[in-house]
């Protein structure tokens, strides 16, 4: 495994719309060695493809319950909403108040391809939708209430 440099606000990679991945090889799995490293050794608890580049719909997410790998990840149902703190990889060092849904359910595929449902609450959920978010080049700063 090796770490990846992370993307940092003002890079258009993280605004743009990414793209199906269509296979399930070696590399991807390389890849998603490599970008839960890197969301490890950075402390965070989620980390989205265009973070390290790749404009392509994975994300890896680890809220300390064990690692989630998410391909082609699509948010099916959601339910209630929480309101709070939420922070960035790619935005140092700032965090704002964001509103996401309580209950979140996801469809996906695993790095085998294989179908997956991934059902998360509070945190996990937050995580859920700000991840998926940057497959389609949105930030949590977007959403954010105000802006610091
Ligand atoms: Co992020």
Redesign the pocket.
Known sequence: MAKRNIVKLGDDVLRKICRTQLTFDERLHQTLDDMKETMYAAE?V???AP?VGMLRRFCVIDIGEGVVELINPVITETSGEQTGNE?????PDRSEIVTRPMNVTVRAQNRYGENIIVKGEGLMARALC??ID?LDGV??IDKAQRSK
């Open positions: 965070g989620g980390l989205a973070q922070g960035c990889l790619s935005i700000h991840e940057h930030l949590y």
